[in-house]
């Protein structure tokens, strides 16, 4: 029986989630050649749950290809992909600082989907499930927005703002996983690591 799962992501929140639930992992981390921010780009018109189940698919096909070339003992290879979704409008990580304030006004005042894929690979098996949650934001001032924008939290993150951060005082409402959210949806996760044979 494994008794730790390889992570494929350099997020500091999964890893912090993992360690909430007591799950060792070891990180498997893109070698500096491979483009993992091309795996992200979106085909056309392509429906948010599909685009975030693609991308972490595709993600995953990477992380066991490193695994074996790399050598390293059989354990369960852990990834995952967020995105946010307003309409059937996918907002990704913004570009830079004007980017995330025009994702922040369309997000003012309305609800929006955020998804998270999930994708357990051990030996021949793959295991998969999706989280999605909804988040509804206050309406919000362009000072606030710039203030936000300022503090630099919004960038690196889907839909230019992270939940367990200052982004808080302006969520009215949420319904779903927060963890999800959050970007790995423990309750999903620890599911598909049972399945995979660690214990969790």
Known sequence: MPDCVYLASQSPRRRQLL????????????????????LEAVRGREAPARYVQRVTALKLDAAVARQRARGLPPAPVLCADTTVALGATILGKPEDAEDAGRMLAALSGHTHRVLTAVA???????????????????????????AYVASGEPLGKAGAYAVQGRAQAFIRTMRGSYTGIMGLPLFETAQLLRQAGLPC
Request: proline content about 4%; glycine content about 6%.
């Open 19 to 38: 360690d909430q639930i007591g799950v060792r992992h070891e990180l498997l981390l893109a070698e500096p050649g491979e483009d993992a921010e091309a």
């Open 120 to 146: 357990v690979q051990h030996g021949d098996q793959r295991l998969r499930a999706l989280s999605v949650s909804e988040v509804c934001f206050d309406a919000l001032t362009p000072a606030q927005i710039a």
